[in-house]
Antibody, heavy 125, light 108 residues
Framework: QVQLQESGPGLVNPAGTLSLTCTIS?????????WSWVRQSPEKGPEWIGE???????NYNPSFQSRVTMSVDKSKNQFSLRLSSVTAADTAVYYC??????????????????WGQGTMVTVSS | EIVLTQSPATLSLSPGERATLSCRAS??????LAWYQQKPGQAPKLLIY???NRAPGIPARFSGSGSGTDFTLTISSLEPEDFAVYYC??????????FGGGTKVEIK
């Protein structure tokens, strides 16, 4: 059973850097899968932040392009998110997820099939 | 950026009734559309991928249809556990991936 678990500070100062880690169990970071970060502000729909592959390939949502960095730690089976210059607008629940680029019943599709439970991050002084 | 507009915002129904949720894309996404269910305090759960394919373990009462710009999620007979928020998601213009604003299915 594949499980993802987010970890990191729940409170970040304005203008600071948000740093989160996702630990994977039941799958390998070096499998064929891509891995993503998705966030959700209160009462809003999810927002895709970006994706990465264990080989170092990354794709970011243009809305975050100048502030975001994602990386992989193969030795720990983890991947991470760094979001700089945060403001109150970055307050949200942050999820790590497997995907997109998954294959379900032989169909290659761009969806998220496994999600972490999410971690609430508040930007405030 | 492709915008997904979901309607209605809220759907008030009773258990056993049929639910019909709509997702409209601002331009064609062919069949690159998925549906998720989200309950309070939980992560979204994949229901439907490629517009009409049920994800592993999803009951047959959930079905998806549509192509191009207009898509529908149908729940044939609502069970108590189906009252939740539903989101559509697309990734046609790679790499940008977007979600809709959601439809809340509440108990009438």
């Amino acid at each position: 059973q594949v499980q993802l678990q987010e970890s990191g500070p729940g409170l970040v100062n304005p203008a600071g850097t948000l740093s989160l880690t996702c630990t994977i169990s039941g799958d390998s970071i070096i499998s064929k899968n891509w891995w993503s970060w998705v966030r959700q502000s209160p009462e809003k729909g999810p927002e895709w932040i970006g994706e990465l592959y264990h080989g170092g390939n990354t794709n970011y949502n243009p809305s975050f392009q100048s502030r975001v960095t994602m990386s992989v730690d193969k030795s720990k089976n983890q991947f991470s998110l760094r979001l700089s210059s945060v403001t109150a607008a970055d307050t949200a629940v942050y999820y790590c997820a497997r995907g997109p680029h998954v294959t379900l019943f032989g169909v290659a599709t761009d969806v998220f099939d496994i999600w972490g439970q999410g971690t609430m991050v508040t930007v405030s002084s | 950026e492709i915008v997904l507009t979901q309607s209605p915002a809220t759907l008030s129904l009773s258990p056993g009734e049929r639910a019909t949720l709509s997702c409209r894309a601002s331009q064609s996404v062919t069949n690159n559309l998925a549906w998720y269910q989200q309950k309070p305090g939980q992560a979204p759960k994949l229901l439907i991928y490629a517009a009409s394919n049920r994800a592993p373990g999803i009951p047959a009462r959930f079905s998806g249809s549509g192509s191009g710009t207009d898509f529908t999620l149908t729940i044939s007979s609502l069970e108590p556990e189906d009252f939740a928020v539903y989101y559509c998601q697309q990734r046609y213009n790679w790499p940008l991936l977007t979600f809709g604003g959601g439809t809340k299915v509440e108990i009438k």
